[in-house]
């Protein structure tokens, strides 16, 4: 009593002093700048083709004197142009001498667009850098098959049946067949093939589906050279007065690759175009990247909605690249690039063709494979015909491939 009476008890109102906040952690110290010569190379991209919007990891490695950078050394990213995409982080750190970045393309940019990304590092004695180019292609579309149908449509064993059948078993597989009654050449004289008109109405007929068939048409001929427009007009025309209603388009063999006969074909393509409202599309076959004019169909130059960019070997495909040379393919869809191989043995072949057709750097929406060999390779359907149009649609659906 005596002491509150004093004032010397605790006063329970009064603020008690605070405890001093913990003092900040130290910020890393950065890695110095190393003093040997530095090096830095981008680890490839497996795919240098990607769609607007879309995303992909960026890997640098980084070395000092010819061995791995010390963890922290930092690495700058730069894209050029920089409104084509974005990195982060734009100075990532190594790690176990490797930096990396997350590539983000914008999602206005255009197809066809083109933009590089550079990574720099530096020492005391010398900056070091390395550069890697990106492609924008359009959205890419589902996977379709094209057939070479040139076999016989005479009889109930006629692949004709099978290529139906098939087509009802797989309703979601678009399928484009090259119907060829004639060789390529049609006059005035020629008459109708029944069978092939039937088994044509038959495929197309079937329920679910979006099937198309195309005539083939000769653009040269081995005993005569190259057939003249005129003879190639008169073949279209009367395609459509023998099969009417059942066409949806013209397969144009033997295209040239270079500019010595682009303005025949362009010739053929707009008389096509001309045609009941423009309806009827137009396959080229050059059978390899042609020259790029080729491919502008759209400016009103070009000579073909689809051009096939490969027609051969299986094994010798796996060697096929469009870049650095033909890097067009990259502003067209993927639809309007085809491929034909034969001699794909197995259908594990054929499943490594169609896997190879379907990246974003080979950009081709059009496939086929047969293991049939050259010489007769379009005589008949593949024997793995079913697992074909399984793996088509597996690829599009995203599923486990069908077994072999």
Known sequence: ???????????????????AAPAPAPAPAPAPVPSAPIGVNFVLPSNNVL????????????????????????VTLEVN??????VAPVAPSTVGGVASATLSVGSSVAASATFQVKASAVSQSNTATDTVTYYVRPTPKALQVLVPAYFSSTGTSSPWNTLTAGATSYPDVQITAIANPHNGVI??????DADALKAITAFKAVTGTTNKVVGYVATASGSSGELSVTDVKATIDNYLTLYPGVLDGFFLDGMS?????????QEIYTYVKSLDGGKYSVIGNPGTYPAAAYASANSGTGVADVLVTYAGNAAAYQAIDPQPAHTWVYAKDNAAQAMLLHTASTCTDMQTALAKANSP???????????LTIGTPWSALPTYWPQLLGTVDAINKKRTLPSC
Do not use: H, I, Q
């Open 187 to 192: 006059t005035a004289s020629t008459k109708v």
């Open 257 to 265: 690759t270079d500019s010595n006969r682009l303005a025949y074909f």
């Open 361 to 371: 750097r080979m950009n081709t929406g059009m496939v086929y494979a047969t293991n």
């Open 81 to 86: 142009p920089a409104a084509a995409a974005t």
């Open 1 to 19: 009593a005596a002491l509150a009476g004093c004032g010397g008890g605790t006063d329970k109102n009064s603020t008690p002093t605070p405890a």
């Open 51 to 74: 769609e607007a919007g879309a995303s992909d990891g960026l890997v640098v490695n980084v070395s000092v004197n010819g061995s791995p950078a010390p963890n922290g050394t930092s």
